[in-house]
């Protein structure tokens, strides 16, 4: 953990993580190094004092990193995630119930309409409304032969997992969402610089950009602003668990600042996002990359 208050060198604040490999979907406690969420560096001052938010892959990574930021802020949050990464949502919760605040955990494949459907429903029952949407589940695999070995069960697994998941969401959740409401998608730097090892992962997050600045022209009149936050190489369980080992050690080091980044850089992006602060920006990519361009 580190302290973010005080001024630091940015390519030391953090170590490279050195991790095996793990079995997909991973989970926290199977890392060799645990990322750093937050838990004892992020200082909350109520910018989402009330405020009551939807986070898709809520148990762990950037996930985690957001509900305890959102928390500390001052809002409730319902937490999706799949039911095998019950052990990490219910750890997520505790820091969400530890700030004060109400945790709703939907487990469930978001893969499926009605799965989607009833993380809104949770929502709306037990929140009594939504303010934040943050969609950031995502589904990877990496393949070293690109589209030679990226069969169509998994393209449709990826499509489903960060297309069709947002869109239905988004659409569910429109219908309780009044003026000042917020929805921050999950992008990725590999929406600009594919790897050709996640060629159908890059795809959709090009497509999730593009899908950001699309709805935000459509919503602005309602008073909803719509960003997106593009990470580049995050250190999270999705790692070791979706990439070669050799690309696990290497992970991140191609970046200028040399190393991955950790949850907890991530998480005042989408705080950003979801308050006022950001009130004139809607349709906007923020990229948190270690320095890698994005255009």
Request: hydrophobic share 35%.
């Amino acid at each position: 953990m580190t302290d973010q208050t005080t001024p630091q060198d940015p390519t030391e604040q953090y170590g490279s993580p050195d991790s095996d490999t793990i079995a997909y979907p991973g989970l926290t406690k199977d890392m060799d190094e645990k990322p750093d969420h937050g838990e004892e560096s992020y200082v909350g001052s109520g910018r989402l004092e009330g405020k009551r938010a939807i986070i898709t892959g809520g148990d762990s990574g950037i996930g985690r990193a957001v509900a305890i930021a959102y928390a500390r802020e001052g809002a409730d949050v319902v937490l999706s995630y799949l039911p095998e990464e019950q052990e990490d949502a219910d750890e997520t919760a505790r820091w969400v119930r530890d700030a004060g605040r109400k945790a709703v955990l939907v487990p469930g494949d978001i893969r499926s309409e009605e799965a989607c459907q009833e993380i809104v429903d949770r929502a709306v029952a037990e929140l009594g409304g939504i303010d934040v949407l943050v969609n950031n589940a995502a589904y990877q695999m990496a393949q070293e032969n690109g589209i030679f070995d990226i069969t169509t069960e998994q393209l449709d697994r990826v499509m489903k997992t960060n297309i069709y998941a947002m869109f239905w969401l988004t659409r569910a959740a429109l219908e309780h969402m009044g003026e000042g409401g917020t929805i921050i998608n999950t992008s990725s730097v590999q929406g600009y610089q594919p790897s050709p090892e996640l060629l159908d992962y890059a795809v959709t997050k090009a497509g999730i950009i593009n899908f950001t600045r699309g709805l935000a022209q459509q919503l602005a009149e309602r008073g909803i602003r719509v960003n997106t936050v593009a990470p580049g190489p995050i250190w999270t369980p999705l790692i070791p668990a979706t990439m070669p080992e050799g690309k696990v050690e290497s992970f991140g080091e191609d970046t200028p600042e040399g190393r991955p980044g950790q949850p907890a850089e991530l998480a005042p992006a989408y705080v950003f996002f979801a308050s006022q602060e950001s009130s004139y920006t809607t349709g906007q990519r923020l990229g948190v990359a270690g320095g890698k361009m994005m255009p």
